[in-house]
């Protein structure tokens, strides 16, 4: 596919973005019927990324770290490791395997109000009831295209996985295939929504309104955390219940049966991949 075909899609994505966001239902009920010729979720996943990490880097380069930005609007000491700290780190280990009571899915760093991004840490993986914890992990290293595209590809492939049976045996249709090309594209514009609101957050609460204390932390709550909440949850339900054909209720019911299957299948899946996701790194930034 040459270059002007490939560009020539940017619109198409930034319609499909913009219709999950404000009518989630609707772009799933377009999607599968097809109304549109489609765009590959390959495709979308990856534009979304780029418009994300570019928004985050434009940020950077106009005002600077942003974590150090928040901490100092918020009166706190960015995170800092004196001089002496190795410049080789050690490799990511297993520190704690193990299951949670609800369920979760992304990555958090427990440490990282103490050590800075680009120094290795705690990551708590969670996918569904299941945690998987390893130690020696850089936050930045995570934070590149070739490595997020294999996270959210993971996580959408475990999502479907948790919970097409369920569906299936509360009297849904569909294919493992397409669900999962449509929960890459669920992952895709949730993550290009969070870069969206997060630097958007930054510029109007630290540069704009020049908020400080604890304002900034309600501030945070209002622009970023209540409105991707929303979205997500309610992009969640109106997809797949529109894509399975199912009740939102009966596909609550499903994501029920879904933290079971989970509990199973993340440890699983999780651990080996992560593992060579790290591994792999240094030479998907080559290859990429």
Not at 77 to 101: K, Y
Not at 171 to 190: D, H, K, N, Q
Not at 205 to 219: K, P
Request: hydrophobic share 50%; glycine share 6%; aromatic share 10%.
């Amino acid at each position: 596919m040459s270059l002007s075909s490939v560009l020539k899609r940017i619109p198409d994505i930034g319609q499909e973005f913009v219709q999950f966001v404000i009518r989630p239902r609707l772009h799933a009920k377009n999607w599968k019927a097809q109304t549109v010729p489609r765009v590959p979720s390959k495709e979308i996943l990856v534009w979304c990324l780029a418009a994300s990490f570019f928004l985050l880097a434009l940020y950077k380069l106009a005002f600077g770290p942003m974590t150090d930005n928040v901490y100092k609007a918020a009166g706190l000491s960015p995170p800092s490791i004196g001089t002496d700290a190795p410049q080789r780190f050690p490799r990511p280990s297993l520190e704690h395997l193990g299951w949670q009571l609800g369920f979760s899915i992304g990555v958090a760093f427990p440490q990282a109000m103490t050590v800075p991004t680009s120094h290795p840490q705690l990551a708590v993986f969670s996918f569904g009831a299941s945690q998987v914890v390893l130690s020696n992990v850089v936050p930045d290293s995570l934070l590149k295209t070739p490595v997020t595209t294999v996270l959210l590809g993971l996580y959408a492939l475990l999502t479907i996985l948790s919970l097409h049976l369920p569906a299936r045996l509360l009297g849904g249709s569909g294919t493992v295939s397409e669900a999962t090309r449509l929960a890459i594209i669920y992952y895709a514009f949730v993550t290009l929504l969070a870069s969206s609101l997060i630097v958007t957050a930054a510029v109007l609460l630290i540069h704009v309104l020049r908020l400080h204390g604890c304002t900034i932390f309600i501030g945070w709550a209002i622009v970023v955390l209540l409105p991707l909440t929303v979205v997500l949850l309610r992009g969640f339900f109106s997809t797949f219940s529109e894509y399975y054909g199912l009740a939102k209720r009966r596909l609550f019911v499903a994501g029920l049966g879904s933290i079971v299957i989970s509990s199973i299948l993340g440890p699983i899946a999780l651990l080996p991949t992560i593992y060579l996701v790290l591994w792999a790194a240094p030479l998907l930034d080559v290859i990429f």
